[in-house]
């Protein structure tokens, strides 16, 4: 183990964790894929367990021995630079309290393409200009606990590795497949349509619309393939989406609300959807 105590943030080698926005770590290693920082022990594994790479890890020096003991002892963690320093002291120096501990610097490996996340699919989640990244944490949570099998996003959504919202799914990020449905060759809503479609999904689009059909409806459950849509906070879908779309479903409400947020929604209907 390449075991370091610091006493400071200055060494350039911290600029990752003290001084970098989230933004500076993605174009990180331009032309390649940049970096993001995962948090606790169990998020951190998930990361490795699909595939990605560590860069170094910052810690509390009592959990080499303790909770980062299993993930230090991986053999894609030898020689990785290890940083510490006691508890009291990495709160003083970051300025906020380690989730668990533990923070890792992690390569982003290159994004897979469409065809190769859609393959094999029947259920899978479209983000529409979902621009929270807590509530993008939040959707993959659900996604993966409740038999989504990919998820797609719009260029206008919050990066799913963005800190906060890999600490929101839990590192489930890492474990439902996901790529972005927007590039040089297909756009949206129009051209990512038609490649649903050239695929085999219907297109559902979660909307608040009456002219809608029930979410338990039985035409919606004996399709093969299900692309279920959700839109931006507030503004919900565009209208061209939803004009796209098989099927515009509504989610039954009482006591007079009108409307659920883009993540409490998604729940509802991965679990209706995903049975």
């Not at 059909?213 to 035409?219: H, N």
């Not at 061209?240 to 409400?253: G, H, N, R, S």
């Amino acid at each position: 183990m390449n075991h370091i105590s610091i006493t400071t943030l200055e060494a350039p080698e911290l600029d990752i964790y003290a001084r970098l926005s989230e933004g500076q770590l993605f174009h990180y290693n331009e032309p390649k894929e940049g970096l993001f920082i995962a948090e606790s022990p169990k998020v951190i594994g998930r990361a490795l367990d699909a595939g990605y790479e560590p860069v170094s890890f910052l810690m509390e020096e009592r959990h080499i021995e303790t909770e980062g003991r299993e993930i230090l002892e991986r053999p894609v963690c030898a020689g990785v630079p290890v940083f510490t320093a006691p508890f009291d002291v990495l709160t003083r120096l970051t300025g906020f309290k380690l989730t668990r501990g533990m923070l890792c610097a992690v390569k982003r490996k290159k994004m897979p393409g469409i065809e190769e996340i859609c393959a094999g699919a029947r259920r899978i989640a479209i983000l529409e200009n979902v621009e929270n990244p807590t509530n993008v944490g939040a959707i993959f949570r659900s996604a993966a606990a409740l038999n989504m099998d990919a998820v797609l996003l719009t260029s206008a959504c919050s990066d799913p590795l963005y800190r906060r919202a890999i600490r929101v799914s839990m590192g489930t990020v890492f474990q439902v497949p996901w790529t972005y449905i927007e590039n040089k060759n297909v756009s949206w809503p129009q051209g990512g349509m038609d490649l649903l479609h050239e695929y085999g999904f219907k297109t559902v689009a979660m909307a608040l619309r009456n002219d809608s059909v029930r979410i338990d409806d039985k035409k919606l459950h004996a399709e093969e393939k299900l692309a279920i849509i959700l839109g931006t906070e507030g503004d919900g879908l565009a209208a061209e989406t939803m004009a796209d779309c098989d099927y515009t479903v509504k989610i039954p409400m009482s006591h007079g609300v009108d409307s659920l947020n883009v993540a409490a929604a998604s729940a509802v209907a991965f679990w209706e959807f995903g049975k």
